[in-house]
T-cell receptor, first 114, second 117 residues
């Protein structure tokens, strides 16, 4: 089945710096790749997603890139702020005959130091 | 829009008792709901997928007789942990797919912290 690997597991940056989180997936049939932010004790919140027919997508300080050939996708956060500190999860959607299910990466704990 | 709620947010129970967790889509109709379990410092693991009006599909290794899922309406799904044991203590999160939106998107609830003593 699908397997999603996420790196790094922890990331510490200074406020204002950029942060990059990378994921690889195994199932070439996957076609939807969301990123979630999870704060302590809360459910994950979708921050950006990308579909397989797009190579890059940007939303203000957040961008995601997708390389389908290499089966990897990345999250880029620019001008980081302390409130960006959280755990970030990537996911890949595997399609099967009656729908699909998200397979999550292991998560990256991002710490932005003021 | 696309808000998912869970109740309760926290529950503590004694070993051997059953606990029911509710997941509601507040402003949309959810044809499909998903239940995840998350242990501390770990990722979300899909337990089961439920479609309104039909039986849930469980992931490999998840006991369907222990984790009972009911999706009786387009806005409500319930997860019942039967005969709970300390190893069932975890953070349970549901998510829902909006019938009228992009089929890819899933909206997550705030989670339920279950502690079994």
């Amino acid at each position: 089945g699908e397997n999603v690997e996420q790196h790094p597991s922890t990331l510490s940056v200074q406020e204002g710096d950029s942060a990059v989180i990378k994921c690889t997936y195994s199932d070439s049939a996957s076609n939807y790749f969301p990123w979630y932010k999870q704060e302590l004790g809360k459910g994950p919140q979708l921050i950006i997603d990308i579909r397989s027919n797009v190579g890059e997508k940007k939303d203000q300080r957040i961008a995601v890139t997708l390389n389908k050939t290499a089966k990897h996708f990345s999250l880029h956060i620019t001008e980081t702020q302390p409130e960006d500190s959280a755990v970030y999860f990537c996911a890949a959607k595997v399609i099967y005959n009656q729908g699909g299910k998200l397979i999550f990466g292991q998560g990256t704990e991002l710490s932005v130091k003021p | 829009g696309a808000v998912v709620s869970q109740h309760p947010s926290r529950v503590i129970c004694k070993s051997g008792t059953s606990v029911k967790i509710e997941c509601r889509s507040l402003d949309f109709q959810a044809t499909t709901m998903f239940w995840y379990r998350q242990f501390p410092k770990q990722s979300l693991m899909l337990m089961a997928t439920s479609n309104e009006g039909s039986k849930a599909t469980y992931e490999q290794g998840v006991e369907k007789d222990k984790f009972l899922i009911n999706h009786a309406s387009l806005t409500l799904s319930t997860l019942t942990v039967t005969s709970a044991h300390p190893e069932d203590s975890s953070f349970y999160i549901c998510s829902a797919r909006d019938r009228d939106r992009d089929a890819h998107e899933q909206f997550f609830g705030p989670g339920t912290r279950l502690t079994v003593l």
